[in-house]
Structure formats: structure tokens, C-alpha cells
């Protein structure tokens, strides 16, 4: 299993610190549960599931739907799932059995563009890391985004609009865009783009 997912979480929960200062603004107004439910949505549809990460079976897209609910169960979740225990566990709270979870960390942890990666420490107190890149790298772009809208600057996306953006992408697989604030027509654009993917 890799071993940097626990420094992805204390970077990103940095960012979100840090998105908070800059917008002024507490954690929910950033990623309350009505911003991160759409994309949590998208990212679990069955198509998108099957066609951006792979996740093909039944079985397998309900265990990953279960997985990205707990990695954006709160705000600063951030597209982590955090279990002190065993790997057992973490297994329990998906609905499984520790071997196939771990056969499917495994699987998914090889692919070019791994949709999950995983960490775990044993010792006194074991603790199994989970992270989906991915859900990470959106959350943080929309906590970026709507810190923007919170801080007035003007002229930029509104918070419909960040939520159509990466709705949109989210359900193409796509990555969010490497600016914090968007220009309107840029927005838009970018929607027209991936719909065409």
C-alpha cells in the first residue's frame, strides 16, 4: 500500500485552512453538505463509475459508492477515509469482507490513474488511510472557488456555476481547472467543452 496519503491529507487540510482564512468564512460555508452532495452524486453515478474510474459490477459500484460517501461524509473529509483499526474494520463499514477489500485497494491502487490509495499503520494503534485523488482534488477546487465568492471579489463565477462545473467535469472525469476563480465565459466554455466528451 502507498505511503503518502497521510501527508495528501495534512497538505490538503492545509489548503482548506487556508481557503478559509481567504474567504472568511467557516469550513460548511466552503463544503457544507448541500456543496458536496452533487458531487458526491456525480462521482457515484453507475456510468460515470463504469466509464471515468472503472468500476464495473453491481457489487463493485455500491462498494465504491459507499467509499466516496465516507470520504465526503464532512468537510474536512476532503476525499479521505480515516479508520483507526484494521483494514477489517473499514471492510465492515463498506458492506464487505476484508480480502476483497483489500484485493480491490490493491487493483485500484495499480491502474495509471488510481481512483483510491491507501495506507495503513500497525503497532499498538493500527489506523487504515484511504484516499480517492480524485474527490480530493475536486473538493479542494471548490473550497478554492467559493472562498473566492465569499471573500466579494467580483467578476468571477457565482456558487451555481462552480457547482455546474464540476458537476460536469466530475461526471466526464475530468480534473478541475488549475485556476482558483473562473470568468464567466471561461466557465461556460469549459461546461460546453467536457459535455462534448
Known sequence: MMAHVRQSRDEALARLR???RFGGCTRAALLGGAVRDPLLAAMTDPEAARTCFGIR???LQKRWARLVGLAGARPASLGFVK?????GLLAKQLHTDQATLSRNLRTWERRDRP???????RGKKP????QIPFLTAWLLWVADARAVVHRG???????????????TLISRGLRPPPEKALLPLDAQRMIRLAEKV
Open 18 to 20: 487556508s481557503a478559509q
Open 57 to 59: 459490477g453491481a457489487d
Open 83 to 87: 479508520v483507526d483499526g484494521t483494514l
Open 115 to 121: 481512483p483510491v490509495l491507501a495506507e495503513a499503520t
Open 127 to 130: 489506523t487504515v488511510l484511504v
Open 153 to 167: 471579489h467580483q467578476g468571477f463565477i457565482g456558487t451555481d456555476t462552480i457547482r455546474q462545473v464540476a458537476v
